[in-house]
């Protein structure tokens, strides 16, 4: 199934932003097998300039499946079908 959205979080998934998918963004309906590239401006709070904070994103496909928050409610033996939010710590840099 193609990828149709991804949002993007700067506060844990409290409030979430729209990013533009970019190449690999339009794949043929049951041909979607490889990865889309996605950006997203997504604003900072002015309390965490010159700090490190977590970005976190979640994709939805075209039957409206988003992946979920945490593996625990997916898991399973073979460990398939268990992608859920990436998050990545990165550091903000301060306003001059």
């Known amino acids: 199934r193609g990828i149709v959205g991804v949002d993007v979080s700067a506060d844990g998934g409290v409030t979430w932003h729209h990013a533009t998918l970019t190449e690999g963004g339009t794949q043929p309906f049951n041909r979607a097998w490889a990865w889309v590239l996605w950006s997203a ?18 994709a939805t496909d075209i039957a409206a499946n988003s992946q979920p928050e945490q593996i625990a409610p997916t898991w399973n033996m073979r460990g398939l079908a268990t992608n859920t939010w990436d998050r990545v710590t990165v550091s903000v840099a301060k306003d001059e």
């Open 41 to 58: 401006d997504v604003p900072i709070p002015a309390a965490l300039k010159g700090a490190e904070l977590s970005l976190c994103c979640r």
